[in-house]
């Protein structure tokens, strides 16, 4: 509950605050609605291609203006979100795998343990929802492990 | 006032032509590398790029004299506090950096502070090394089936840190919809845009390794730091600038040698008229490399698809781990079967290892809906792994796939003796594009070869004795015993071949192989085929044997050829046989009897 709380607050400053605001300060749903991420994850789609082009390249602006600024959405957090949402079947079968270059990846990245990763995951894909999550709520779970 | 600054605008333009000499501009305005950094043609006559935020001159497009002109003045304008990073010298640094070298520029700074943008581009921070990367070809795409090629700017040394490194990847511009057809004139007309794009390279493993199975190349090269300087600010002012796209000859293989050639004294690209692959790329920079003593290449890194690793990951199960996936295979089940449970646990983490990760593949293969049963499903294996120990490297490496560049050249000239019924003659091959499925290749009995042409040269006349438009074959064979991939071998071969009379024809194949040895494929099909001459719809059920001996290649085919709704079968027997005695060179056999005896006999210059 204090979760939801912390991420409505905000998801409010955000839209107040957006250029002042630091990657360190957004939830999981902050930067899914602000970076397009969930364009992303559904990479099928044809706007997605052009959006992903726009939002995660690395500072050029590659086929359209650059509608996300440095400060919205190159930070280190949004730069996780955007490898978990891209490559989450791959981390999904390296994490309970215990190895692979993803997982490590990750890891370095978050400075968290790959055996830490691997217990929280556990405990997600416990949990009798985890098959009926969507992929975008189930990149969310992990952003969560990794990010908290 | 006015007069004032008039009379000092006049002052410094005529400062700015006297400070630099009329035959420096001339002579730099012709300069190779001044053409390159604008992307001009071999004649020099214009830009490929036609995005106006490329030159500086209007008029810059046709005119790399005036463009040279403006990109001095405005490199010596003053910043304009409010948009400082629009000045000429943060958004042409590459420019900047060359014009350096050829002549003196007032107050120079390689990279001024007031460059912001520029200044905080992550590739100028962290690059290691720079390398072109070569995905093979891919036939669920027509654009894709001759292979892809893209730029890999690498901020890390280390092979398995590497998906943060950044790509640089040419491509087309496609609307949000279109359709196939659509998709192809365009591409052939010219009629899409296309640009460079950077992004993270676990972007394009996912794409080409995860999710299309394609073998990818790395050639990483060799680049002193002025180079690779270079080479990082012309690529800032690359990104994004919109170019016509063409598929045949304007495509990613040729921007990536174009891109390249800025590095080299030499263009990377000898003709392009008609067509250029982007595994040309790749032999040129291995030819460069021979003839410069090693000067080109670092290394050329393999990088497996998923396919190749998760064949590699069932190799080195054991006989009882391979028995329990069967088992689990077989009666569908999400957890190590009872009679199995005390074995030991790192065993059982095989086991489920390798399951989750064809059951991936398996999906991604197939392309079916994922539904909630197999979610669930999933989710249990999932879990049930999870409950075991993490694995410890134990997953096995695909076998190492020689370089591209080690196999044939795609292009081949070639002589030969031939007779057909009894006529001899001499006969010239020419095809621009053959990757052979007897050639010196990794293809494995596969093939890909486009206007195969063989010219006879008779006593009495010239003429067009074969002409292949387009000839394909895909031999897939098992490497999992329950793989459930469609694994219909196919080939399609359209054409005209000379007979008693010019027979044109579209010959399509269905049917099965098997890996009998590691070198040898066996392989049954039904061919079924539309002829312009007498017997104009047939069918030809055939066996064959396709042999891998290293240098010598060898395809063996007999069957029987009928006419649909008729009895009059004839036997059919067809040879095609190849042996590499040099890197360029190989000795070719083709003997058929199909409608008239045929023989061929001769020497192939791959190049």
Redesign the interface.
């Given at each position: 509950m204090k979760k939801v709380k912390l991420s409505i607050v905000a998801l409010a400053m955000t839209t107040i605050f957006v250029p002042q605001l630091q990657a360190g300060d957004r939830s999981f749903g902050d930067i899914y609605k602000e970076c397009g991420l969930g364009a992303m994850i559904f990479n099928d789609t044809?706007?997605a291609?052009?959006v992903?082009?726009i939002i995660?390249?690395?500072?050029?602006?590659?086929?359209s203006s650059n509608i996300s600024s440095?400060e919205n959405c190159k930070g280190g957090e949004a730069k996780v979100a955007a490898?978990i949402s891209?490559?989450y079947?791959?981390l999904?079968?390296e994490?309970?795998?215990?190895?692979g270059?993803?997982v490590?990846?990750l890891a370095?990245m978050t400075d968290k343990k790959?055996?830490v990763i691997?217990e929280e995951?556990?405990e997600l894909?416990?949990s009798n929802e985890?098959?009926?999550l969507s992929k975008t709520k189930k990149v969310e779970k992990l952003y969560n492990i990794v990010a908290l | 006032m006015k007069t004032l600054i008039l009379y000092l605008l006049l002052l410094t333009t005529s400062l700015c032509a006297d400070f630099w000499k009329e035959s420096d501009i001339e002579r730099v305005a012709k300069e190779p590398t001044w053409l390159n950094l604008l992307h001009y043609d071999s004649s020099g006559s214009q830009s490929a790029i036609h995005d106006k935020r490329f030159f500086l001159d209007s008029k810059g497009q046709r005119d790399a004299k005036r463009e040279l002109l403006a990109t001095l003045k405005a490199y010596g304008e003053p910043f304009n506090d409010k948009e400082r990073d629009e000045h000429a010298q943060c958004r042409f640094p590459a420019r900047y950096l060359w014009l350096s070298t050829q002549f003196t520029l007032p107050n120079y700074n390689e990279l001024n502070p007031a460059c912001d943008k520029l200044l905080k581009w992550k590739l100028l921070k962290g690059t290691q090394s720079i390398s072109v990367v070569f995905v093979s070809g891919y036939l669920g795409n027509p654009a894709s089936a001759f292979g892809h090629s893209f730029i890999k700017v690498n901020q890390s040394n280390n092979e398995e840190d590497n998906l943060f490194d950044t790509t640089l990847s040419y491509g087309a511009l496609l609307p949000p919809k279109y359709n196939m057809p659509e998709y192809i004139f365009n591409g052939l007309t010219g009629g899409y845009e296309a640009a460079y794009s950077d992004k993270y390279y676990y972007n394009q493993d996912i794409t080409y390794s995860n999710q299309e199975f394609r073998d990818m190349w790395e050639y990483r090269l060799k680049l002193s730091d002025a180079k690779r300087k270079l080479f990082l600010f012309h690529a800032w002012e690359l990104m994004g600038k919109k170019n016509q796209y063409f598929f045949l000859n304007r495509n990613c293989g040729y921007k990536v040698s174009e891109f390249l050639s800025l590095l080299y004294e030499k263009p990377l690209i000898d003709s392009a008229y008609v067509w250029y692959s982007p595994i040309e790329t790749f032999y040129k920079l291995k030819e460069m490399d021979e003839k410069g003593a090693g000067e080109i290449i670092d290394k050329v890194i393999y990088i497996p698809s998923k396919q190749q690793i998760i064949y590699a990951q069932y190799r080195m199960l054991t006989t009882l781990e391979k028995k329990m996936v069967s088992e689990m295979i077989e009666k569908k089940l999400n957890q190590i079967p009872i009679e199995y449970q005390d074995v030991n646990k790192s065993l059982q983490a095989h086991v489920l290892d390798f399951l989750l990760a064809y059951r991936k593949y398996s999906f991604e293969k197939s392309k079916i809906k994922i539904d909630k049963d197999i979610k669930a499903f999933n989710r249990s294996l999932l879990l049930n792994r999870l409950k075991l120990p993490a694995s410890r490297g134990q997953k096995g490496k695909p076998k190492i796939k020689e370089p591209i560049t080690e196999n044939n050249a795609p292009r081949y000239f070639g002589m030969s003796f031939l007779t057909q019924e009894s006529d001899d003659a001499l006969a010239l091959h020419f095809a621009p594009f053959a990757i052979e499925k007897v050639g010196y290749n990794n293809f494995s009995g596969d093939e890909l070869v486009v206007l195969d042409t063989t010219v006879k040269m008779g006593r009495e006349k010239v003429s067009l004795n074969k002409f292949d438009l387009i000839r394909i074959q895909r031999l897939k064979t098992k490497q999992i015993p329950y793989d459930e991939e469609s694994s219909l071998s196919w080939n399609l071969h359209i054409g005209t071949q000379e007979n008693e009379n010019r027979d044109y024809f579209i010959d399509g194949g269905l049917g099965y192989a098997w890996e009998l040895t590691n070198h040898m494929k066996f392989y049954t099909m039904m061919n079924l085929s539309l002829h312009s001459d007498e017997k104009k719809y047939r069918y030809m059920p055939n066996i064959g044997l396709y042999g891998d001996f290293h240098h010598l290649r060898v395809d063996l085919k007999a069957g029987y050829e009928n006419e649909l709704m008729k009895e009059n079968p004839e036997s059919i027997f067809v040879l095609n046989g190849q042996y590499r005695m040099h890197k360029h060179l190989s000795l070719f056999l083709q003997y058929d009897n199909i409608e008239m005896e045929y023989l061929s006999l001769g020497l192939k210059w791959f190049y």
């Open positions: 044809p706007i291609a052009a992903s082009n995660w390249d690395l500072g050029t602006t590659a086929v440095e490898f891209k490559s079947d791959d999904e079968l994490i309970a795998s215990g190895e270059k993803y490590d990846t370095t790959v055996s691997r995951f556990a894909v416990a985890y098959s009926t | -």
